[in-house]
């Protein structure tokens, strides 16, 4: 079993920052691929980020490219989104999910076994 928790989510101005946290316990957080999914009210969750079990391949969808970044630290078993030049459109509950998938990494959120329970990120304009 895998816990996950986020942290980091905030008010902030459009234009701003926030980094995101997902700490990791259970099994060995250096062999899950990792992503950020979002949901904002009233939408389907949707991909954001994603990053192999060794920090080597990321994705992002096309929406947040250049301007977040994915990463993780497999010493600390935590994961982070920077998120930069955000815009009222980011604002979503923010989720942390773990893929034990064998190959790849998925953008798919079917193919996350776990997840965290969210952290709420609010940009203004």
């Known amino acids: 079993q895998v816990q996950l928790v986020e942290s980091g989510g905030g008010l902030v101005q459009a234009g701003g920052s926030l980094r995101l946290s997902c700490e990791a316990s259970?099994?060995?957080?250096?062999?899950?691929?990792m992503g950020w999914f979002r949901q904002a009210a009233g939408k389907e969750r949707e991909f954001v980020a994603a990053?192999?079990?060794?920090?080597?391949?990321?994705y992002y969808a096309d929406s947040v490219k250049g301007r977040f970044t994915i990463s993780r630290d497999n010493a600390k078993n935590t994961m982070y989104l920077q998120m930069n030049s955000l815009k009222p459109e980011d604002t979503a509950v923010y989720y942390c999910?773990?893929?034990?998938?064998?190959?790849?990494?998925?953008?798919?959120?079917?193919?996350?076994?776990?997840w965290g329970q969210g952290t709420q990120v609010t940009v203004s304009s």
């Open positions: 990053i192999s079990w060794n920090g080597d391949t990321t």
């Open positions: 999910a773990g893929s034990a998938a064998g190959f790849g990494v998925p953008t798919s959120s079917g193919l996350y076994n776990y």
């Open positions: 259970g099994r060995t957080f250096s062999s899950f691929n």
